[in-house]
């Protein structure tokens, strides 16, 4: 299956909690000048048009990136993810009239949001490698056109999960790998975490993201008791839900499984649950943070 497009979604919520903490561990990553390999499963389209029909049809971005954009009370937690999203809209501001002055620009507008691949080239530098894998005919399109004048970037249209396997560990030992699939079958949610498992065997000191969805509680669960029965150390689970469980069909909440986090990243999420709850939440939202498996 093939049907799934990000572009419904970009900017929204589950956005919000993926990229931020996407941004914090690629900001730590390069304090340190050694180079590291970048490695994204389900890359997707690299940057999204939130004007186009896909967006607006839905609007979700409304609800989630452009209710913090321009707030001055956002957690210093926050401020590698906003200061890309707004240095990537002042950008595009710049392309449709060079002559605007981007020192007095006080627009509230977002015209463009990154998925994965343009938060992870906002960050990568020379020394650094970066390896996009995509199926989707059209978006696979758009991530080469995205990655045309970015050095040091392979993009395959072939299966991510395969993908990953044949890449670690990399050769300089440092290595990021986003595991972020549409989930349109049940079996990616064993599949993602399998995938890790593996991965863990073979480079047990990389940092592993995997985001999914909470649709089905049970699904989530058993997403968490495999990683608890496998040979994975320092296993970090955050959550962010808009509503309560439910057995209907949607989207209640998001979460992240995080394989060997930077060390300060609990404090940093400490931060910004908090946070999103008050500005996109309700009182019916939720988080948790929670140290599934101890280093």
């Not at 060997?260 to 500005?279: A, G, R, V």
């Amino acid at each position: 299956m093939l049907s799934y497009r990000h572009a419904f979604h970009a900017g929204n919520f589950a956005d919000v909690l993926k990229h931020s903490v996407l941004s914090l561990v690629l900001d730590y990553m390069t304090r340190k000048e050694k180079g590291f390999c970048y490695i994204d499963s389900h890359s997707g389209a690299g940057m999204y048009q939130l004007a186009d029909e896909y967006a607006q049809k839905t609007g979700e971005y409304k609800d989630g990136i452009a209710k913090i954009i321009n707030d001055e009370d956002a957690p210093e937690s926050l401020e590698p993810y906003l200061s890309l999203i707004k240095s990537l809209n002042l950008a595009s501001d710049r392309n449709t009239d060079p002559s605007a002055d981007i020192s007095t620009d006080t627009s509230n507008d977002l015209d463009v949001y990154p998925g994965s691949p343009g938060i992870a080239k906002a960050f990568v530098r020379r020394q650094d490698s970066s390896h996009l894998f995509e199926l989707h005919p059209t978006d696979i399109q758009h991530l080469e056109n995205f990655c045309q004048r970015w050095r040091k970037v392979f993009v395959k249209q072939s299966d991510g999960y395969q993908g990953v396997l044949g890449l670690i560990p990399p050769p300089s030992r440092r290595g990021v790998v986003l595991i972020d699939p549409p989930y349109e079958l049940k079996e990616d949610y064993h599949k993602a975490v399998k995938t890790i498992i593996k991965a863990y065997e073979k480079f047990s000191t990389g940092t592993y993201i995997l985001w999914y969805p909470v649709v089905k509680r049970e699904l989530v669960e058993q997403m968490s008791y495999t990683f608890t029965k496998s040979s994975v150390k320092n296993v970090l689970q955050v959550e962010f839900c808009l509503e309560s469980d439910t057995d209907e069909y949607g989207m209640t909440g998001t979460g992240l499984f995080i394989v060997n986090p930077p060390w300060q990243l609990t404090s940093q999420l400490e931060e910004i649950l908090p946070y999103m709850k008050t500005k996109l939440g309700s009182d019916d939202t939720s988080y948790t943070l929670n140290q599934l498996i101890a280093e």
